[in-house]
């Protein structure tokens, strides 16, 4: 059977299918990650207290951040694994062509952030659970979320993971088009993170543009974009590679 035969929606359906059988360990990590989290915040991630006479209060506060923040460092890690030359090779399990590969690829990782993005938030009512267990009593909201908010709070989740595995994804590939950017490319990353000056106001302002918009809308119009732009950057970058290596 040859490409003439198989339109490109179909091959990238059919390595998209079995990309999630070679890929389901790293939903292991992932969920190991979202439960250390949980266990980090036993104790809560603040605490504040009052007394008067003999009473006193003391409050313990739980998030979910420790959660979210160990996904996106997952994200980014998993990102980078499923374009090395180990997973690569499994392609050629199929009839395949890069353009496919990498639009599968890319698939997976916005069915994957939509997983981890969904756990994560909903880490929330294991933390929850746990503190009722202990016998803790559970101060909430004076107003409960409504649909539409938690809603939106789990989409920005999902945006962010995406994100993060889009920068991951053109990090590797952009490794490994030479053997020596295995060590330059973290290098130099590991690098940028001790001698860059972060109060820069170049990069106050490209947090504020991505962290910091207040209309959700215009928010994930911003991240979808340069989600796109990434993926893009991902293909031109993979196409440079040789067929096989």
């Not at 890690?77 to 090779?89: A, D, E």
């Not at 959700?216 to 950057?233: E, H, M, N, Y």
Request: hydrophobic share 50%; with cysteine.
């Amino acid at each position: 059977m040859s490409l003439n035969n198989m339109s490109l929606g179909t091959l990238v359906g059919k390595q998209y299918l079995f990309k999630w059988k070679a890929f389901a360990g790293v939903f292991n990590s992932m969920i190991a990650l979202q439960l250390l989290a949980v266990v980090f915040t036993w104790g809560g991630t603040g605490q504040s207290g009052t007394s008067m006479g003999n009473v006193s209060i003391s409050m313990n506060f739980y998030s979910t951040d420790g959660a979210i923040g160990l996904t996106l460092v997952w994200a980014f890690f998993s990102s980078i694994l499923i374009t090395t030359k180990s997973y690569r090779n499994d392609d050629y399990l199929f009839i395949t062509n890069r353009l496919s590969s990498n639009l599968a690829n890319m698939a997976f990782l916005l069915t994957a952030s939509v997983v981890a993005g969904l756990t994560a938030i909903c880490s929330q009512y294991l933390i929850q659970m746990i503190q009722y267990v202990r016998g803790n009593t559970l101060l909430t909201e004076a107003l409960p979320l409504t649909l539409g908010e938690w809603a939106s709070g789990a989409v920005g989740t999902i945006l962010y993971v995406l994100f993060i595995a889009a920068i991951g994804y053109l990090i590797g590939c952009v490794v490994q088009l030479h053997r020596t950017l295995v060590v330059i490319v973290p290098v130099a990353l590991i690098g940028f993170l001790f001698i860059y000056d972060f109060d820069e106001p170049g990069f106050i302002s490209l947090f504020e543009f991505y962290f910091q918009e207040n209309s959700f809308w215009l928010f994930s119009v911003k991240i979808l974009g340069t989600v796109l732009l990434l993926f893009a950057a991902s293909i031109l970058v993979s196409n440079r590679q040789e067929v096989r290596k």
